[in-house]
């Protein structure tokens, strides 16, 4: 089966679902339908979402999964949220959760092991806290 395309070869506007068949009892029904948001995530947002899921949204996996840092793996995250409607904000950040040490040592652990930039690492260390920490 092929891949459903959204967007118009022609025009490049939005497409419609207009026909659902059956394929064991061959019924069709015909109308206007709403294809489910997660569809009209792009294809590098669509493998990302796989990849998060599969590794239970487990931020540090999905780092060794595809080979990126931590705030790579929460931009494409908050990409994903935006795209789907939501406020990135409206997730819980981890960077907030009140264990700042496991916070640090795990941003520390990623600079040594070179999955961060310096660069990156201050940006990591540096994120807003909430005045629970």
């Known amino acids: 089966m ?3 395309i959204l ?4 025009c490049d506007g939005n497409l419609t679902i207009a026909r659902l068949d059956c394929p064991d009892c061959k019924i069709s029904i015909e109308g206007e339908f ?8 792009s294809g590098a947002q669509i493998d990302f979402v796989e990849v998060f899921i599969k590794n239970r949204g487990v931020i540090r996996e999905v780092e ?5 840092s931590y705030p790579t793996v929460r931009a494409r ?3 994903v949220i935006a795209a789907l409607g939501y406020s ?3 997730a819980p950040d981890v960077s907030t959760s009140g264990d700042r040490g496991s916070r640090r040592r795990s941003v ?26």
């Open 2 to 4: 092929r891949p459903i």
């Open 7 to 10: 967007k118009c070869p022609s």
């Open 34 to 41: 709403t294809p489910p948001a997660l569809l009209k995530l």
């Open 64 to 68: 060794r999964e595809l080979g990126v």
């Open 77 to 79: 995250l908050d990409e």
């Open 88 to 90: 990135a904000r409206s």
């Open 108 to 133: 520390l652990a990623d600079l040594k092991d070179g999955k961060l930039t310096p660069d990156e690492a201050l940006a990591a260390l540096n994120e807003p806290r909430t005045k629970d920490d």
